[in-house]
């Protein structure tokens, strides 16, 4: 199956710092790729939508100045959360598809507590 | 709003048994639909997907799907102590997924 490779894994960061997180399709090009947070005992939320060379779409009170998604390749994808407080701490996920094909494959994930 | 809906469980089996996850989808313009394994701690893992009406099987595991109904469920057989785990059902209508808030499955050995 295709591979999606993300990192960091886990970082832990002090308010009001940005972290950065990549996500990488290693054997296909990802037209498109999103991202979700997850918080404890909840199921995935999306974040935002990225297509390769334009802007992101995101959902519904996710706020985009916060939440910065770059992507400018097929195979490469990234998150900034800026100036992250407490409450971003979660378990941010990254998924990538090819163009045409309707599945979605799951980085492992990146660990983020901010203190 | 569209929706999937599932029981959150947690649904035990013994080992050697069959489990049964069931999920129900309220867009009826969804075409495609997912069940992904989530193990604690970790990301969702794709175990199968399925388009069609009827019957899909894959090594012990098997989707169902009935669009009149819109209903889709996993069957599991054989089940082992290392299927245990969150199961997540998705439905899509375009390129997005729909989540369920999924089923915890437990196989006790």
């Known amino acids: 199956g295709a591979v999606v490779s993300q990192h960091p894994s886990w970082v832990i960061c002090k308010s009001g710092t940005s972290v950065k997180i990549e996500c990488r399709s290693l054997?296909?090009?990802?037209?498109?790729m999103f991202w979700y947070r997850q918080f404890p005992k909840q199921s995935l939320m999306l974040m935002a939508t990225?297509?390769?060379?334009?802007?992101?779409?995101?959902e519904q009170g996710v706020e985009k100045d916060k939440f910065l998604i770059n992507h400018a390749s097929l195979t490469l994808s990234t998150l900034t959360v800026t100036s992250a407080h407490p409450e971003d701490s979660s378990f941010y996920i990254c998924?990538?598809?090819?163009?045409?094909?309707?599945?979605?494959?799951f980085g492992a994930g990146t660990r983020l507590s901010v203190l | 709003q569209k929706e999937v809906e599932q029981n959150s469980g947690p649904l035990s089996v013994p080992e050697g048994a069959i489990a049964s996850l069931n999920c129900t989808y309220s867009?009826?313009?969804?075409?495609?639909f997912f069940w992904y394994r989530q193990y604690s701690g970790k990301s969702p893992e794709l175990i199968m997907f399925?388009?069609?009406?009827g019957d899909k099987e894959d090594g012990r595991f098997t989707a169902q799907l009935n669009k009149a109904s819109q209903y889709v469920s996993l069957l599991i057989r054989d089940s082992q102590p290392s299927d245990s785990a969150t199961y997540l059902c998705?439905?899509?209508?375009?390129?997005?997924?729909?989540f369920g808030a999924g089923t915890i499955l437990r196989v006790k050995s």
């Open positions: 399925i388009y069609s009406n």
């Open positions: 867009d009826r313009g969804s075409q495609s």
């Open positions: 998705a439905s899509s209508a375009g390129n997005k997924l729909v």
């Open positions: 054997d296909f090009q990802a037209t498109t």
């Open positions: 990225s297509n390769e060379g334009s802007k992101a779409t995101y």
């Open positions: 998924s990538a598809s090819e163009w045409s094909k309707n599945i979605q494959y």
